[in-house]
């Protein structure tokens, strides 16, 4: 089994899910692939096709990861941080080559990772108002252990 099979397996039998996600096909993650020039670690794509297009321990319209929303996420963070470099020109440092965004959360928050045809990548926050980047799980898995608990928590406080 792979880690999102077990930490599906996991979600179910903590009653966290009952069970209705709805993951991406092969040819949408390879669109994303195509598109960005880039050959995602492995770890993600197996999280987009087990949770890609919904993954009730994360829907709640706090985390934006589905595909539809990640697809163009980051060809629009990339275009904005240039036309933020050719007015300000004062940005601390560049993305990442291979940068690929995997969730927004709040409007002005995203996670992402380096594409970099790998098993697995660290996952990345990037502060957009305080334009500041840093490494913050150092997998994908993490990351999503790290969400779905925050989400437990949250439908445990009934927020």
Same mark, same amino acid.
């Given at each position: 089994?792979?880690?999102?099979?077990?930490?599906?397996q /996991?979600? *179910?039998? #903590?009653?966290?899910?009952?069970?209705?996600?709805?993951?991406?096909? @092969?040819?949408?993650?390879?669109? =994303?692939?195509?598109?960005?020039?880039?050959?995602?670690?492995?770890?993600?794509?197996?999280?987009?096709?087990?949770?890609?297009?919904?993954? /009730?321990? *994360?829907? #709640?319209?706090?985390?934006?990861?589905?595909?539809?929303?990640?697809? @163009?996420?980051?060809?629009?963070? =990339?275009?904005?941080?240039?036309?933020?470099?050719?007015?300000?020109?004062?940005?601390?440092?560049?993305?990442p080559?291979?940068?690929?965004?995997?969730?927004?959360?709040?409007?002005?928050?995203?996670?992402?990772?380096?594409?970099?045809?790998?098993?697995?990548?660290?996952?990345?926050?990037?502060?957009?108002?305080l334009?500041?980047?840093?490494?913050?799980?150092?997998?994908?898995?993490?990351?999503?252990?790290?969400?779905?608990?925050?989400?437990?928590?949250?439908?445990?406080?009934?927020?």
């Open positions: 089994m792979s880690f999102f099979e077990d930490a599906y /996991e979600l *179910l039998a #903590d009653g966290i899910i009952s069970g209705t996600n709805i993951g991406c096909s @092969g040819s949408e993650i390879a669109a =994303i692939e195509h598109k960005y020039s880039i050959t995602l670690p492995q770890s993600y794509k197996e999280f987009l096709g087990r949770y890609g297009r919904s993954c /009730e321990a *994360l829907d #709640d319209n706090e985390f934006n990861y589905q595909y539809e929303h990640v697809k @163009g996420m980051t060809e629009l963070l =990339i275009k904005d941080r240039q036309r933020l470099l050719i007015e300000e020109d004062e940005l601390a440092d560049p993305f080559e291979n940068i690929f965004f995997i969730m927004e959360r709040y409007g002005d928050e995203f996670n992402f990772i380096i594409a970099n045809n790998e098993a697995d990548s660290p996952v990345y926050y990037y502060n957009y108002p334009d500041t980047f840093k490494k913050v799980f150092d997998s994908v898995g993490d990351w999503f252990k790290a969400h779905a608990a925050d989400m437990n928590s949250f439908k445990e406080q009934g927020l």
